[in-house]
């Protein structure tokens, strides 16, 4: 039985999907993995933080293997280069809205200031990730400072939900309402079993793209979709030219399999193939952007090294290339459940200058598989 704290789920619609969950189906049945969420939602300000920590507030600075991908790079992820430059990652990871990403920049490295000084003496490169909240939210108008990202932080546990929290506040996937959602697969590798979990900030797809479970939903729907329409592009006399489908999402992926930076990198390539069963074809102005980590091999990795010790060599366990296609299929599979459970999870929302985004209606869902 699943025991997330939250709502209902996709599977309560009747809704099947490939694959062994985890006991919570979130991010944070790998071992350590914390979320916390600041979530700021009144009117037209409609967004927040999410922050992920790979082995909670006491475990900042100690690396995990890591490996990011982008699918399209109309989009941002800070740090990057130097998670694919050292194969490793050693911040917490934070998602927020497009134009707060300087904001919640800075308050992570508040944060670690605070509370790992050591760590921040020297340099800091936090991680942050976004997608764009501007058609509910009040995008330019510098709701969030920076100690929303140390709020967020200090609030992360194993208790996650999906729905319209922290950075995905704001968001709206595949012309209704979306958000943050998240899922989890058990894998048997071998004679072992490891966890993959993903998180979303799931703001991408078109209407008529949906499918959940293989069934089309989006172009049954009788829900309302005024996103679809341009009238609310053209402020000013100015009209940016998105495009329905336009808006992004940011994947997170961990896992307690012991990886290689190398084999994470192919983890994150899997992500995309989850969003595609869900229908989306990935808009040009959609940025796509993953990142996957893996709490194995403690220890290792480390570039951070006092001046005068001489360690020992790294040692890292990996699980053979010939035995990861499990690993795969996890992280494809659960991702295709953290798309259902962003869309379930949501409300309707009226933001920003009376934009509505309506929610995916239960009742469609069910009615669709049964329920």
């Avoid at 329905?244 to 940011?250: E, L």
């Avoid at 290689?260 to 069963?277: F, I, S």
Wanted: glycine share 14%; net charge negative; with cysteine.
């Amino acid at each position: 039985m699943l025991s997330r704290m939250s709502g209902i789920h996709a599977r309560d619609l009747g809704v099947s999907f490939d694959g062994v969950p985890g006991p919570r189906n979130a991010i944070t049945d790998v071992g350590g993995v914390e979320v916390g969420y600041v979530t700021r939602s009144a009117g037209h300000v409609q967004t927040g933080v999410t922050a992920i920590l790979p082995r909670g507030r006491d475990g900042v600075g100690v690396p995990c293997a890591a490996a990011t991908h982008s699918l399209n790079g109309n989009g941002e992820l800070t740090g990057r280069t130097w998670i694919d430059e050292s194969g490793s990652l050693d911040l917490p990871v934070l998602l927020t809205s497009s134009h707060s990403v300087g904001t919640v920049h800075r308050g992570v490295v508040d944060w670690v200031v605070r509370h790992h000084p050591a760590l921040a003496s020297q340099w800091l490169l936090p991680v942050v990730g976004e997608t764009w909240d501007g058609y509910l939210h009040d995008i330019n108008g510098g709701h969030l400072v920076p100690d929303d990202a140390g709020r967020a932080i200090d609030a992360a546990s194993a208790d996650v939900v999906s729905g319209p929290f922290g950075g995905g506040t704001g968001m709206c996937c595949y012309g209704f309402k979306g958000g943050t959602g998240t899922a989890s697969r058990v894998a048997d590798v071998g004679d072992e079993q490891y966890t993959v979990g993903v998180l979303l900030q799931a703001n991408f797809g078109s209407r008529p793209e949906l499918r959940l479970g293989g069934v089309p939903l989006g172009r049954r729907s009788a829900a309302p979709n005024p996103m679809a329409e341009t009238d609310w592009l053209v402020r000013d006399g100015e009209n940016p030219g998105a495009a329905a489908g336009a808006g992004s999402v940011v994947g997170i992926v961990a896992t307690d399999a012991p990886l290689l930076p190398h084999q994470l990198a192919a983890v994150a390539r899997r992500v995309p193939l989850g969003l595609a069963r869900t229908g989306t074809t990935g808009s040009h102005f959609s940025g796509d952007i993953f990142l996957a980590f893996s709490t194995a091999n403690t220890g290792a990795l480390v570039s951070r090294i006092p001046a005068g010790q001489t360690p020992p060599l790294d040692r890292l366990r990996s699980v053979p290339w010939g035995l990861v296609d499990p690993l795969y299929a996890a992280t494809v599979e659960a991702t295709e459940e953290a798309v259902a459970e962003a869309l379930v999870a949501a409300h309707d929302v009226t933001g920003r200058d009376g934009h509505r985004a309506y929610a995916l209606p239960h009742a469609e869902v069910r009615a669709a598989f049964g329920a």
